[in-house]
C-alpha cells in the first residue's frame, strides 16, 4: 500500500496534467478516457490517490485518466466501480520524464522554468534580468511550480521574503517534492534551509536540483514529517504543502518546528477540507491572516496564533 504522505498530486499545464511517486514498481494500469469538462470531478474522486495521472488529450475537449497499480486486483477494483481498461505496464513505461510544463513566473521575484541546458538558461536569465531563475525538470517527484498549491506557495513566500529583507531567516520544507520552495528560499535570501520528503526518489530529485541550481545551505532529509522532531527554537518560515489530511496530522510538529514570531505558507488542502484543516491547527495555536484560494486548492499565511493577535493589536 503506498504511504498516505505521498498523496500529492502536480498538476502541469501542457499535456500531462499530473504525475505520481511510487513506492513500488507498477504493474498494471487502469485508463479511461473522459470530457476535460469532470476533470475537477475525477482528481475529487481520486483525492489521496497518489497514482492518479491525468492527461489532456490535443484539442483540449477530452481527458484519458490512468491510475498504476500495484496488482491486478486493485486495478479491478477501479473498473468495478467506473469502468474503463487495466493493461500490463512495461517496467520502463512509468520511470518516463513527463511532458515539459511551461516556465512560470512568480511575482516579479522568480521564473520558474523545466530549461536545464545552460546556453538556455543564460538566455532566459538575460531576458529576465531583474528575475531569479530556477530550473525544475519535469521529473518523478511533485513540485514543478505549475500547480495550483505550489504556485500559490512561491507567491506567499516572495511576500514572506520581502518583509524579511534585510534580515537573517531559516526555512523548513516539510514535504519538499522537487525542493522547489526550498530552493526559492535560498535564491530569496533565506538562511540555512532544511527541506525533507518520506520519498526516497523525492530526495534524490532535491539533492540533483539543488545542484542544478547552485543553492547549496539546504540540509535534506528522507524523513516522514509526522515522526520528525524539529530543532529548537525551530524555523522562521515553514511551508508545508501537504494533504489535508497529513496536515491535520502534522500539525503538532509543524507547530513545534514554528519559531516565535515565524511565519507559516501551508496548502494541499482541498476547500471543502478547510474548515477541518483550519480547526485542527487552532488547537495547536496555529492561526492564518491570509487565505487563497485558486479552483478547488487553498493556500494559507499565518502563524503563531499569539503572534498574529499581538500584530493586530494596537501599538502604545
Not at 493493461?87 to 513527463?98: D, I, Q, S, T, Y
Not at 536540483?209 to 543553492?215: A, E, F, K, M, S
Not at 485542527?280 to 498574529?308: E, I, M, N, P, Y
Amino acid at each position: 500500500m503506498v504511504e498516505r504522505h505521498l498523496a500529492k498530486v502536480d498538476v502541469v499545464s501542457s499535456n500531462l496534467i499530473a504525475r505520481s511517486n511510487f513506492l513500488f514498481v507498477p504493474m498494471f494500469v487502469w485508463s479511461k478516457l473522459s470530457g476535460a469538462q469532470w476533470m475537477d470531478a475525477w482528481e475529487e474522486r481520486f483525492a489521496g490517490n497518489p497514482n492518479l495521472v491525468i492527461e489532456l488529450i490535443k484539442g483540449g475537449k477530452s481527458i484519458r485518466l490512468r491510475v498504476f497499480c500495484e496488482s491486478l486486483a486493485a486495478a479491478d477494483a477501479i473498473v468495478e466501480r467506473f469502468g474503463g481498461s487495466i493493461r500490463k505496464l512495461a517496467h520502463a513505461e512509468w520511470n518516463l520524464p513527463v511532458a515539459p510544463p511551461r516556465p512560470v513566473k512568480v511575482r516579479a521575484a522568480l521564473l520558474l522554468t523545466p530549461e536545464v541546458r545552460p546556453d538556455e538558461l543564460s538566455l532566459i536569465q538575460q531576458a529576465n534580468p531583474l528575475r531569479q531563475i530556477i530550473s525544475i525538470p519535469p521529473e518523478m517527484a511533485f513540485g514543478t511550480g505549475d500547480h495550483a498549491t505550489t504556485s500559490t506557495c512561491l507567491r506567499l513566500l516572495v511576500d514572506v521574503a520581502k518583509a524579511r529583507r534585510g534580515t537573517l531567516w531559516t526555512m523548513a520544507d516539510l514535504g519538499t517534492g522537487t525542493g522547489v520552495l526550498a530552493i526559492a528560499a535560498r535564491k530569496l535570501g533565506s538562511g540555512p534551509a532544511y527541506a525533507c520528503d518520506f520519498d526516497p526518489f523525492a530526495v534524490d530529485v532535491v539533492k540533483r536540483n539543488i545542484l542544478r541550481n547552485g543553492t547549496d545551505g539546504i540540509d535534506v532529509h528522507e524523513q516522514d514529517v509526522l515522526t520528525w522532531q524539529p530543532p529548537k527554537p525551530g524555523y522562521d518560515v515553514v511551508a508545508a504543502n501537504l494533504f489535508s489530511t497529513v496536515l491535520i496530522e502534522a500539525w503538532p510538529v509543524i507547530a513545534d518546528a514554528l519559531a516565535g514570531g515565524g511565519d507559516l505558507i501551508v496548502s494541499g488542502i482541498l476547500a471543502t477540507q478547510a474548515w477541518d484543516v483550519f480547526t485542527a491547527a487552532a488547537r495547536q495555536g496555529l492561526g492564518f491572516s491570509q487565505v487563497v484560494r485558486k479552483g478547488k486548492w487553498v493556500t494559507a499565511r499565518g502563524g503563531h496564533l499569539a503572534d498574529l493577535i499581538a500584530a493586530e493589536s494596537p501599538k502604545p
